[in-house]
């Protein structure tokens, strides 16, 4: 059974730094572009960074209010996929999911279909 499984959510107060991890099972993470969404309360996903199948070194953060704050960063060995967040902000509360559509681009990210359970991430001010 195809799975995607979230971890490292948590409060944390504004300043602070968190990483999620993804693990992939039964297909590698490599193979399809693989990233995360968040979906704040009452809001709608947002796309928040990706890694394409080609990418290497690092994948794209597309969320213009989380560059230079996110990192997406990604294991093969391990088949994880990880979200350094640093620097919180209170407008970062969100479930966040690892999410993947079994494409090859990531410029539909936020629609991607098939995502883990979430893990959510509450910031403090």
């Known amino acids: 059974q195809v799975q995607l499984v979230e971890s490292g959510g948590g409060l944390v107060q504004a300043g602070g730094s968190l990483r999620l991890d993804c693990v992939g099972s039964t297909f590698s993470l490599t193979n399809f572009a693989v990233g995360w969404v968040r979906q704040p309360p009452g809001s709608d996903r947002e796309g928040v960074a990706c890694?394409?199948?080609?990418?290497?070194?690092?994948?794209?953060v597309f969320m213009d209010s989380v560059k230079g704050r996110f990192t997406i960063s990604r294991d093969s060995q391990k088949n994880t996929l990880y979200l350094q967040m640093n620097n919180l902000k209170s407008e970062d509360t969100a479930v966040y999911y690892c999410?993947?559509?079994?494409?090859?681009?990531?410029?539909?990210?936020?629609?991607?279909?098939?995502r883990g359970q979430g893990t959510k991430v509450t910031v403090s001010s």
């Open positions: 999410a993947t559509d079994f494409a090859l681009s990531c410029s539909t990210l936020a629609q991607f279909g098939f």
């Open positions: 890694f394409g199948p080609g990418d290497a070194g690092t994948g794209t």
